[in-house]
């Protein structure tokens, strides 16, 4: 079966500094992707970004960037340039071939200002 | 830009009593889910929904929970005899039949008292 870990439980970081939130995952897919979801107060879940498992290059959403190493099993999200409103609860998630989504048990990220 | 939405944004019940929660997948996805998410907790898969039938299951799916798509553009998910333990935040998601990338709707909060 799939997981995902993401072992910090809370994060901070000061406004407009550099900030990395680490997942590392486990499955026996050949073929998955890797999902970074953002949850503020609010609970929606917004999507930031997602990396295919096949693709070497990094996957990268303007101020958000992803560090996928496939053999490590490592799939950490770098946020530049951190801003207020990007307080929130960060999933890490990976998709199978049944297409549903495993989640690790998130990240608060503080924004101190 | 089409969105999934769910009603209601919150429902409130009591133990043992039906409740019924709904979605508005975007029109053109053909795969549908539900996931839940009990507050402080890592998101968990319910279910998954492909061509009128569940393609796949959690354990938490038991016979308590049903899924259906009574026309076409809902998608509702039934729970039969509420528990305390079923208090949580619903979502639903959707997507393309080329694509991984699910899209969620605002959620529903489901409290049971």
């Known amino acids: 079966a799939q997981t995902v870990t993401q072992s910090q439980p809370e994060m901070s970081v000061q406004e407009a500094e550099t900030v990395t939130l680490s997942c590392t995952y486990d499955t026996s897919e050949s073929d998955y992707y890797l999902f970074w979801y953002k949850q503020p107060p609010s609970r929606q879940m917004i999507l930031v970004i997602r990396q295919e498992a096949y693709k070497q290059q990094n996957a990268t959403e303007n101020r958000f960037s992803v560090n996928f190493q496939k053999a490590a099993k490592s799939f950490s999200l770098k946020i530049s340039d951190s801003q207020l409103g990007d307080a929130a609860m960060y999933f890490c998630a990976s998709s199978d071939s049944n297409y549903q989504l495993i989640w690790g048990a998130g990240t608060k990220l503080i924004i101190k200002p | 830009e089409p969105e999934v939405t769910q009603t209601p944004s919150h429902q409130v019940t009591q133990m043992g009593q039906e409740v019924i929660l709904r979605c508005v997948p975007i029109?053109?996805?053909?795969?549908f889910y539900w996931y839940r998410q009990i507050l402080g907790q890592k998101v968990e898969f319910l279910v998954s929904f492909y061509n009128n039938e569940i393609s796949e299951k959690s354990e938490i799916f038991d016979d308590q929970f049903s899924v259906e798509r009574p026309d076409g553009s809902n998608f509702t998910l039934k729970i039969r005899s509420t528990k305390l333990e079923d208090s949580a935040m619903y979502f639903c998601?959707?997507?393309?039949?080329?694509?991984?990338?699910?899209?969620f709707g605002p959620g529903t909060r489901l409290t049971v008292t």
């Open positions: 029109s053109n996805h053909l795969y």
């Open positions: 998601a959707s997507t393309r039949a080329d694509s991984y990338e699910q899209y």
